[in-house]
């Protein structure tokens, strides 16, 4: 912590004070952190100070349960909320004495009538007052609500475990993309650069590797030459799901920025036809780069509502990647622990959810549903809800993973992914055959 303050006293206290109060602001509007975070800093940062901000930030959002409790004590002085979270932030993170100083003199500028000691008591004695929950929504930095869902859902040993395991990402998966490179010559490529990787067992084109390396995978040459992709294993298992084939006709819903889309195209060997659709022209720009960069030939991109289109054509496969809460993914975008704050926004996407999904069963005949969420609302209610319907039958998930929530018609059949467990993403895959179309 000692050079990390060092750093960012070179920064200056005041300059990164009103960063991230701003890059806050940004997230509660609903940014991602990475999209907040590069939208922010080149207003307030020089490019060479931005690794240590990145860092700064991410360690402020680990511990956010423990800001938003500093800053509701301190709120009725400094009187704005992203100031408030900005200066609590650093009342946690700065331990040097010198540091320590800074920080005081900018809660005295604001007339807090307290010091970083008090404040850190302050802290403590709350702990000890609070029941279990709300500590634990504290101490894992998660909005109460969804704490109290995963001790539900999982009860307390695994509800702990999985709250523990969004909070550190040890391992990160790369796709190998066959189509420009071998699995050998990529592993060699990456010893090369003293980096070791393990071969998954389950899904032959993944490897896993510490994501310590991340950043040095991410600006190689493999992944600029689009041989390598950082993609999670969850989400190329939701495309194994699938099961696309050379010669198939598919439809990808929401195909935007193009991960799985470019793994069905692996898949199929570019051969097939690809339909890929979605409603952002901002997010499609990306996906036509890879597909541009990976040689796909045969992918139509298109930019509309899914769950307005019509087709000539009958689907073999359809994959639903939906809009989700993205509950699952904490330990990637950890802007998450402020958005998923917001008290409506289950419903919001579950809607969205629904309509994309029986949608599908009239466009196809083998659907693949998937989001990165742990929430059962995303996943099982939503599969229940056809097959109540008789939209659709449910099969077996012929991939890894544990079986869905219990308690739910399509329980058996689907299959679940989560940090604590696989080291992926938190996800949900089922395979639907529509009853609507023959």
């Known amino acids: 912590m000692e050079n990390k303050e060092q750093s960012s006293k070179e920064i200056g206290l005041r300059i990164y004070l009103d960063f991230l109060a701003n890059l806050f602001k940004a997230m509660k509007r609903g940014h991602s952190f990475k999209g907040a975070f590069y939208s922010v800093a080149k207003r307030y ?62 809660l005295r500028e604001h007339e807090v009538p307290y010091d ?3 404040l850190r008591d302050f802290i403590r004695k709350s702990m000890s007052e ?62 090369d650069m003293g980096i070791y990787v393990e071969e998954d067992k389950e899904f032959p084109i993944i490897l896993k590797v510490p994501a310590k390396y991340l950043k040095d995978i991410a600006t190689s040459n493999l992944v600029k030459e689009f041989k390598l992709f950082i993609q999670d294993k969850a989400s190329i ?29 692996q ?58 809460t993205s509950s699952g993914a904490l330990q990637i975008d950890p802007s998450l622990r402020i958005r998923l704050e917001r008290g409506n926004l289950i419903e919001r996407v579950v809607r969205i959810q629904t309509k994309l999904l029986r949608k599908a069963l009239q466009l196809g005949d083998i659907i693949v549903y998937c989001t990165c969420s742990i929430l059962p609302e995303e996943g099982e209610e939503i599969v229940d809800h056809v097959l109540d319907k008789g939209l659709a039958r449910a099969f077996k998930v012929c991939i890894p993973g544990v079986e869905g929530y219990k308690g739910y018609r399509c329980s058996e059949d689907v299959r679940r992914y989560f940090p604590h467990i696989h080291h992926t993403q938190g996800f949900f895959i089922a395979c639907l055959k529509s009853t609507i179309v023959g």
Not at 58 to 80: H, Q, T
Not at 133 to 161: A, Q, T
Not at 292 to 311: H, P, W, Y
């Open 45 to 106: 940062l020089d490019r060479d100070k931005y690794p240590l901000a990145y860092h700064l930030a991410i360690e402020a959002l680990k511990r956010y349960g423990f800001v938003r409790l500093i800053s509701k004590e301190i709120m009725p002085f400094v009187k704005e909320e992203s100031k408030a979270e900005a200066i609590s932030s650093l009342v946690i993170l700065m331990e040097r004495e010198e540091m320590i100083e800074r920080v005081n003199e900018i």
């Open 267 to 324: 898949l199929i060997e570019d051969r097939g036809k690809v339909i890929a659709v979605d409603i952002s022209r901002r997010r499609i720009q990306r996906l036509r780069y890879i597909m541009k960069k990976i040689g796909a030939r045969n992918v139509e991109i298109l930019v509309a509502d899914s769950t307005r289109m019509e087709f000539s054509v009958h689907f073999d496969k359809v994959l639903v990647d939906a809009p989700c």
């Open 130 to 191: 609070l029941g279990l929950l709300e500590r634990f929504s504290i101490e894992y930095s998660l909005p109460l609500w969804l704490v109290k869902r995963i001790i539900e859902l999982m009860g307390m040993n695994d509800g702990i475990k999985l709250m523990r395991a969004f909070l550190k990402r040890d391992v990160a998966w790369l796709r190998v993309n066959t189509l420009k490179i071998s699995i050998e010559e990529a592993i060699k490529c990456l010893e």
């Open 116 to 118: 970083v000691r008090r």
């Open 237 to 265: 298992a939701a495309v194994y799901a699938l099961d696309p084939r050379p010669g198939d006709i598919i439809l990808d819903m929401c195909a935007a920025p193009g991960m799985k889309t470019s793994a069905i195209v």
